[in-house]
């Protein structure tokens, strides 16, 4: 598990601002939300084929691929620790692929924590990356400052290079697997995170005695890729699709003339399958020396302890996105014009 860290303060308080109004409310309850941000916006090396937050760039009235600036970064680092009034505040860098702001960013980010760190409090960073940039100057760096890892890999080669290709459709799969022995090497605690897609799907022991024993991998993630069709240019739950399928019905499968989703879509049977499939692999090789996402939140529930993934949670709220020039939406999944919540500035 990871190791936490506290960061002590620097200075004085600063004043409050006219936008520090809300946090009066801090005083009566403890506040705790999480911030998804992306400080590269959509801006990635890589072109995979399902991956929805590429098509930002060219969205109307979305936020484009450009980098975040030296003040909304402090801004973002200020209010977050501020607002945050439980004793755990978590920085989770995504993408695009965050990496491609180059270490100097990723040092500026640790300084501005350290800056604006409130006494005791335990502030965290995440950083999810397809792994291609890593070295070992960047290990040294996410190693010394407490960095927890998420590795974006979709299986053994075949598999992982279907959906995940760079620009111009080279193979990425070595230079992710090397990208994990790296971290191994420094001793970096990291989870994949592996987008379970029609491909992949078909292949449920395959990925995951791959992930185990190939990689390494001691926490596994899994995510179902459910993409509606024309996601590119519009919000996924709009007015005009207000009846989605039934799972049985064939505008739910991907592959299908009539279907509502996208070819690479995962097929709701082989999702089925897939889960019950590694499970009882989990259940019978691996119970209680690794963890999967989707079981941890099946037993949590079970437990009556509450889901750990918000798209289990009777409702949604608590894991908003923020992007490169401060706009905050309701979710990753939902950068679309109409689901801004607003600007940090």
């Known amino acids: 598990m990871k190791k936490p860290f506290v960061l002590e303060p620097n200075g004085p308080p600063r004043p409050a ?81 965050p990496t491609l702001r180059g270490l100097d960013f990723f040092r500026k980010v640790v300084a501005l924590q350290k800056k604006y760190a409130k006494p005791g409090q335990t502030v965290l960073n995440d950083l999810q990356t397809n792994g291609t940039l890593l070295d070992a100057q960047w290990c040294r760096f996410l190693k010394k400052n407490d960095f927890l890892v998420g590795l974006s890999i979709d299986g053994p080669e075949h598999l992982h290079d279907a959906y995940r290709r760079a620009k111009y459709g080279s193979s990425t799969f070595h230079k992710v697997v090397r990208a994990a022995k790296l971290l191994r090497r420094f001793g970096i605690p990291f989870n994949t995170m592996t987008s379970v897609n029609r491909m992949n799907a078909a292949h449920p022991l395959e990925v995951y ?37 039934e799972k049985d019905e064939l505008r739910a499968r991907p592959g299908h003339p009539e279907s509502i989703v996208t070819y690479w879509s995962v097929d709701p049977e082989d999702w089925g399958t897939f889960l019950c499939t590694v499970f009882d692999e989990w259940y019978d090789r691996d119970l209680g020396r690794v963890l999967v996402n989707q079981f941890e939140t099946l037993v949590s529930q079970h437990l009556g302890l509450g889901p750990q993934m918000c798209v289990y949670a009777e409702n949604c709220g608590k894991a908003v996105a923020l992007e490169h020039d401060g706009r905050v939406y309701a979710c990753d999944h939902l950068v679309y014009p109409q689901h801004e919540i607003g600007n940090i500035h």
Request: contains cysteine; glycine residues 8%; charged residues 25%.
């Open 17 to 97: 601002d006219k936008y520090d109004a809300p946090r009066l409310m801090a005083d009566k309850a403890p506040v705790g939300f999480h911030v998804m941000i992306k400080p590269a916006g959509s801006a990635c090396n890589l072109n995979c084929t399902y991956y929805f937050y590429l098509s930002k760039a060219t969205l109307a009235g979305g936020p484009g691929a450009k980098q975040m600036s030296d003040a909304t970064l402090e801004r973002l680092i200020r209010r977050y620790i501020q607002d945050v009034t439980i004793p755990e505040v978590v920085f989770t860098w995504q993408g695009g692929e």
């Open 209 to 245: 005695r791959f992930l185990r024993k190939e990689l390494g991998a001691s926490q596994i993630q899994f995510t179902p890729v459910v993409e509606p069709r024309g996601f590119e240019q519009a919000a996924p739950q709009r007015e005009e699709c207000t009846c989605p399928p």
